[in-house]
C-alpha cells in the first residue's frame, strides 16, 4: 500500500523538476513532514477513527494553512507542480488531492486518489458509505450520490467506476494531460515536448509492466 502511495509523491516530484531542474525535493518532503508534524500537535490525531481524523486534516489543510484552489489563474501550469502549490498554497483539484494525501498517508490514514472525469477527488478507504473529500472546493466531504449531481450536472452520465480508486501511472498520466493542455496553447513552447516526453515513458512502462 505504501510503496504505491509513495511513487505518486515521487512522480509528483518528478514532474516538477522537468519544469524545475533545480528543485530541492527533500526540502519539499521535509515541508509536507512539518505540515504533518504541526497537524499531530495540534490534533493529536492517533485515537481518531481514519473519518474524522480525515475532517480534522481537511480543517487544518484547507481553513488554518489556507490551501485552496486557484480559480483566477486556473490555467497556470504551478497549479500542477507540487513545490509551487506548497509556496503558493494554490492548486488545481488533482495537485491539492496530491497534498492531502501525501499528508494524510503520513499520519497512516488511508487515503487513494479518484480520477473522477472533469474532477480529482480522495476517497478515504473503508468509509460506509463511502466518503470522498473536493480538496479544490475548501476540503469539502461529499457522497456518492454527490459526486453523481456533480457528473450529471457536467453532462456526464455516471458509472460506478468513475469513483473508484485511479492507479498511481494514470493519475501521473493525467497531471501531466494537464501540463500539455496549457503548454501546447503556446506555440513552440519548448516544455510541451520535455512533458509530452515524460508521458510517452511513462505509458511505455505501463505496457512493459503488463
Known amino acids: 500500500h505504501c510503496s504505491r502511495q509513495l511513487d505518486w509523491e515521487q512522480g509528483t516530484f518528478l514532474i516538477a ?8 525535493i527533500p526540502h519539499y518532503q ?7 508534524e504541526e497537524f499531530r500537535t495540534k490534533w493529536h490525531s492517533e485515537s481518531c477513527p481514519p473519518g474524522k481524523a480525515a475532517r480534522l486534516l481537511s480543517a487544518f489543510l484547507f481553513k488554518d494553512k489556507g ?9 497556470d501550469p504551478d497549479n500542477s507542480y507540487l513545490h509551487r502549490v506548497i509556496e503558493s498554497r ?5 495537485s491539492l488531492s496530491a497534498l492531502y494525501v501525501f499528508v494524510g498517508n503520513r499520519l ?8 473522477m472525469p472533469g474532477h480529482f477527488l480522495v476517497k478515504i478507504e473503508g468509509e460506509t458509505p463511502s466518503q470522498f473529500v473536493d480538496c479544490f472546493n475548501g476540503g469539502a466531504f461529499l457522497k456518492e450520490h454527490d459526486c453523481e449531481q456533480f457528473l450529471t450536472a457536467s453532462g456526464l452520465d455516471f458509472h460506478p467506476q ?9 493519475i501521473l498520466a493525467r497531471m501531466l ?5 496549457i503548454y501546447e496553447q503556446e506555440p513552440q513552447n519548448p516544455m510541451t515536448e520535455r512533458i509530452q516526453a515524460l508521458l510517452d515513458i511513462l505509458e511505455e512502462a505501463s505496457t512493459d509492466s503488463h
Not at 523538476?17 to 530541492?24: F, H, L, S, W
Not at 494531460?177 to 493542455?181: F, K, T
Open 162 to 170: 468513475f469513483l473508484e480508486k485511479s492507479p498511481t501511472r494514470l
Open 177 to 181: 494531460r494537464n501540463l500539455l493542455g
Open 108 to 115: 497512516g490514514l488511508p487515503l487513494t486518489g479518484v480520477g
Open 67 to 75: 490551501f485552496s484552489g486557484n480559480r483566477i489563474h486556473y490555467h
Open 30 to 36: 521535509e515541508c509536507l513532514d512539518h505540515l504533518t
Open 90 to 94: 494554490q492548486g488545481i483539484p488533482i
Open 17 to 24: 523538476k522537468v519544469a524545475y531542474p533545480d528543485i530541492n
